[in-house]
């Protein structure tokens, strides 16, 4: 579909009207949705994860939104009002706006190697849900994770060496005891990615009281995944909190 479709500033499900072809597809793919303070205010952690859920099932089945990236800077120039915040790793394949085809303003997305928590992750976290009203705090971990080969074999370089070693209580919680562990175990790599998702997770909710507090009051969501590389599809991990 080559049509330009413009951005609609209100989400709507209503009937868009017609009953030929092109408005029939439309009800099925409708347009991309800018959100605002209203629909951000209205919207509730589980919403926010199911049109994630959609989000990704749309780009693993190539039924990406046909969106116009230039129309949505100017939606969206006024402010913004993104009803998820995702943590996920820095790799070149994993980028949350594609993987879950998103919007602009739907999401803030904070990428480090391995989705390590530390302090300022912590800030950008609280940012994102106490002052800016996120719904949602997403983890995303993501199938052969270089960051997660290199704390299995303790790799050391420069300050990398710090960031590995935060991911290494997952690599040691995974690990039987007595047993070293091995980037070419790939059952190991991939024990040690979700174990690290569910660590990051732990942190943020033992080390930000601000995020805790909208946690216990159910104002704020937090979910993990993980990103599986060769399929496109995120796995999330519910009911671990
Ligand atoms: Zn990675």
Known sequence: MSRKQPAN???????RGGRTPRAQAQRTQPGPIIQTRKSQAAMSPEQALELLKAGNERF???????????????ATAGGQFPYAV????QDSRTSSEVLFDL???????IRIAGNVVNEDVL????????LMGAKLIVVIGHTRCGAINGAIDNAELGNLTALLRKIRPAVESSLEDGQTGSSQDKKLVEAVAKANVLLAMRQIREQSPVVR??????????????????????KFYENQN
Request: net charge positive.
């Open 60 to 74: 693993v089945t190539g039924r990406m939104s046909n969106r116009d990236l230039r129309e949505q800077v100017s």
């Open 9 to 15: 500033i209100v989400p709507t499900t209503k009937s």
């Open 86 to 89: 995702i943590l996920s790793c």
């Open 213 to 234: 507090e909208l946690l216990e009051a159910g104002r704020v969501g937090l979910v993990g995944g993980m990103y599986n590389l060769t399929t496109g599809k995120v």
């Open 123 to 130: 800030g950008g976290l609280e940012f994102s849900t106490r």
């Open 103 to 109: 919007n602009k303003g739907d999401a803030f997305s």
